[in-house]
Nanobody
Framework: QVQLVESGGGLVQPGGSLRLSCSASGFTFDRYWMYWLRQAPGKGLEWISGISTGGGITDYRDSVKGRFTISRDNVKNTLYLQMNSLQSEDAAMYYC????????RGQGTQVTVSS
């Protein structure tokens, strides 16, 4: 079955960086666009980035453009999200997903931004 396992979250100070990873299994990874979403406490699930099957096309929500970079390694079946210049508003549970809506997503990794 489809399995997505996120890792790399943690506590970071404002302005800091984190790199999230998502290990995928149970499906042909390189045949799917992949996505990152997040959910802050008391808020809905929010799409933040997507990447094409080969990695050549990427897309971001405006609030993270220029700070976050999505990438993938189709040999390792792994999706990444490099997050720089983190702000308090970025604190959330982060999920990787096979669909932009968040359908078929992992259990998430928590990102906390605090001084």
């Amino acid at each position: 079955q489809v399995q997505l396992v996120e890792s790399g979250g943690g506590l970071v100070q404002p302005g800091g960086s984190l790199r999230l990873s998502c290990s995928a299994s149970g499906f042909t990874f390189d045949r799917y666009w992949m996505y990152w979403l997040r959910q802050a406490p008391g808020k809905g699930l929010e799409w933040i980035s997507g990447i094409s099957t080969g990695g050549g096309i990427t897309d971001y929500r405006d609030s993270v453009k220029g700070r976050f970079t999505i990438s993938r390694d189709n040999v390792k079946n792994t999706l990444y999200l490099q997050m720089n210049s983190l702000q308090s508003e970025d604190a959330a549970m982060y999920y990787c997903a096979r669909y932009r809506t968040g359908t078929l997503r992992g259990q998430g990794t928590q990102v906390t931004v605090s001084s």
